[in-house]
């Protein structure tokens, strides 16, 4: 369709986890094609571990009129292995064109994203949530969330950057404050009102 | 077929409960979506597990509620700080951010607000009249229709999602893994349980859904560090002259029937419908170097068209159980979780329940209109509050979510290993949506592959014996190979315009 020319967005959203569209529409890097392969074999490699040990799953395989339980698992394992061995291949051929041409080679996808300083955040998060669970069981519910919300926004508030005692004071009233918040919906939403038994 | 809308439109008007969770989901949808960094898709996810407890009408006119206004929600971030809320808005920037550093940001917003209501209610008009015949020419679909229907839905989510059908394809293939976990449903047989009791019971939509599109996303943003909706401009006057809106209606009707047929077609979805009617009014337009420079038509027609998807994507998702987006997806879930299985046996078994999804619908496209007309300035203030707040706040909301589910923490360890998955999804430029929709649509896809394969005595060729259910299957393999044999020839072409521009540059430097 000849449409006429619309400007780029500043900054997309992704939706539903995927990559911005800006990002998506640059051919993939050889070496996220390995990654990429990798990834799909690691959870076919999963699947199979988990069939293979499985003895009921092939009891009744074609036993009578229904295929049995085993038909979909090995179908599906089956096209993810596939998949990820043809995306492995690909990836292993373009790298190995790439380093034989000057100056074609892939670049990392750590140095092109700025190295891995920057999943240090959001894995952190997804470490403290892990263990929060737990701490939740063992001092309550409010309690842990409290914590949990007020620390994490204090991390996240960035004091080198304030100066001064009085700013340093407004940072940890805000904190205070949106912890109280956050804490009070969450406990009004899931313990008053659904009657969740939140430890 | 108006009667149960009508009865449903009585009851949320007069049941105090129906009608504050549709008022709560329009606000919480507004603000949600106007939240950069929230998308719809998130904010449905995230507010899924509070919907849980609910009755299956009021889970329903709540959901529906929180999406409709989300969509409209993601177009005041995009006209006042420029970024847009959601996908779907991200057109409406375009000439919605220099009318609001023009100081009509007011009048931006208002030419939103009115285009996003006749495109909701355009949309939702043609889902009323369209629905029932599509569900009644389904009404013949079988085993192996319903089987090759999951794999065309799931095939067109791959297609629509950034990045490469195939590998959408494979990440949807491990959701369908994902919804194979626990007992078979016609054996018994424990599978992928790797010895631990609580995946004997199977992976819940729930934790899978806030940990893939909510904390995913919360890990995503707090990484980039992209800023918040801090310098949010003055508002001004809301309320434009009332004949520059007069003077927007044939934009807002053509962006409205744009977005509603290309929102039907699942492998479209409301991006593709904004650019569509963007473009469309570009060239109608007599002065076109106006776009981009705060012209109102720019902004009313995408504005329609967005809204208008809600009820085409619904077309598909409603009737053949196939969802046109990720935030049907989500909506189809829920309804799942509910015990309703959408599809023409919907229509013909449950049609106060439909009346009630078109009832939830209205009320919410009018009560976002209404609201956000009284209440946009306070709405403005929300969205200043800082982004790594408000994603932390997120952040235990969906540890609190899966935990209510089923009163369980390892659903809480569920969402949290989706959450990583979600991350390295991203990280590896993969979409997230395609698993999603695989745990949803894998139980459906097994149970009518095996019961076909039943009916036919273990042959295969039952799949393509009959015409609906071969058509779909072809239509899935053009989807697939399109994007590889489009690929194939323009390298091709490439391929010979470069030996073609070689040579006289050659001469050149000879």
Known sequence: MASPSIPGPQSAPSDG?????????????????????????????????????????????????????????????????????????????????????????????????????????????????????????????????????????????GWRGLAGRGERGLALAVALVSTALIVGILYLGFVVVIHAPLP | ?????????????????????????????????????????????????????????????????????????????????????????????????????????????????????????????????????????????????????????????????????????????????????????????????????????????????????????????????????????????????????????????????????????????????????YAQEMRLSKTPERFGRGAPEGIAAPEAANNACVGGALVPMMTLGVPGDTMTAVLMGALLLHGLRPGPLLFAENPGFVGVIYGGLFFAVAATLACNLVLIRAIVQVMRTPMHILMIGIAALSVAGSFAIRNSINDVYIMLFFGLVGYVLGLLRLPAAPMAFGLILGPILEENVRRALIVSRGDWTVFIDRPIALVMLLLSLVALLYPVAAMGWRRLRAARNGTGRTEPLRQTDG
């Open chain 1, 17 to 157: 986890g995927a990559a911005p569209a800006a990002a998506a529409a640059q051919p993939s890097t050889p070496l996220r094609d390995l990654l990429v392969g990798l990834f799909f074999l690691a959870w076919a490699a999963t699947g199979w571990l988990s069939v293979a040990t499985n003895e009921q799953i092939f009891s009744d395989l074609y036993a009578g009129l229904d295929p049995g339980p085993a038909l979909m698992p090995l179908l599906v394992l089956g096209a993810v292995t596939l998949g990820a061995v043809a995306i492995l291949a690909s990836g292993l051929v373009r790298l190995l064109r790439g380093k034989a041409g000057p100056g074609t080679g892939g670049g990392s996808p750590a140095a092109e994203e700025g190295g891995l300083r920057r999943h240090l955040v959001p894995l952190g998060l997804l470490a403290t949530l892990a263990v929060y669970p737990t701490i939740m069981e063992a001092i309550g519910y409010l309690a842990a969330t409290a914590f949990f919300v007020l620390g994490w926004i204090l991390a996240l508030t």
């Open chain 2, 1 to 277: 077929m108006l009667d149960p809308f009508l009865q449903a439109l009585a009851d949320i008007l007069t049941q105090p409960t129906l009608l504050a969770l549709s008022l709560g989901g329009v606000m919480l949808g507004t603000i949600l979506g106007a939240l950069p960094g929230v998308s719809s898709t998130m904010a449905l996810a995230i507010l899924l597990p509070v919907s849980y407890p609910m009755s299956p009408e009021h889970a329903m006119v709540f959901l529906i509620a929180v999406f409709s206004a989300s969509v409209f929600g993601g177009s005041i971030s995009a006209i006042l700080v420029n970024i847009p809320g959601t996908p779907g808005a991200i057109v409406t920037q375009f000439d919605g951010y220099p009318l609001a550093r023009a100081g009509k940001a007011g009048h931006a917003l208002s030419y939103a607000l009115f285009a996003s209501t006749i495109g909701g209610m355009i949309g939702l008009a043609i889902l009323v009249v369209v629905a029932p015949i599509i569900a009644d020419a389904a009404m013949s679909f079988r085993s192996p229709e319903f089987a090759m229907a999951t794999v065309f839905g799931l095939t067109m989510l791959a297609y629509s999602s950034p990045g490469s059908t195939f590998r959408g394809i494979l990440v949807g293939a491990l959701g369908l893994l994902c919804g194979m976990v626990g007992f078979d449903a016609l054996t018994d047989v424990p599978r992928f349980d790797f010895g631990f009791a609580f995946l004997q019971s199977g992976i819940d939509i729930v934790p899978l859904t806030v940990g893939l599109f909510g904390l995913a996303e919360v890990m995503r943003n707090l990484g980039s560090r992209q800023a918040g909706a801090e310098g949010v401009p003055a508002i001004g006057s809301i309320l434009p002259p009332w004949r520059s809106l007069v003077r927007l209606t044939r934009p807002m009707l053509r962006g409205s029937l744009i977005g509603t047929f290309i929102g039907a077609i699942p492998a479209a979805g409301s991006a593709i419908a904004v650019a569509v009617a």
